[in-house]
């Protein structure tokens, strides 16, 4: 897996301010989350993991949310 220093936040960081983590984790798909200057956790976006094995209402419930994020707009202008 390549790092990039975007994505890392410090435990201590993390710990005062987890919506910083879940920020990064949302820009990113995740957050590397350093111990004592070292990768140690890694906080995963699951929308945007394609490793995760999910099931298909999941994965709807996923592709549905994605779809609305995408065309919000459009959505928004047919429901005039």
Excluded at 4 to 32: L, Y
Excluded at 39 to 48: Q, T
Aim: aromatic content about 4%.
């Amino acid at each position: 897996m390549t790092l990039d220093t975007k994505e890392m936040i410090s435990v201590s960081d993390a710990n005062k301010n987890f919506s910083k983590a879940t920020r990064i984790a949302d820009k990113t798909g995740k957050a590397v989350i350093l111990k004592g200057n070292r990768p140690k956790y890694l906080l995963l976006d699951i929308e945007a993991d394609p490793r995760l094995i999910l099931s298909d209402d999941e994965l709807i419930a996923i592709s549905a949310t994605r779809i609305f994020k995408n065309h919000r707009a459009a959505f928004e202008e047919l429901a005039k």
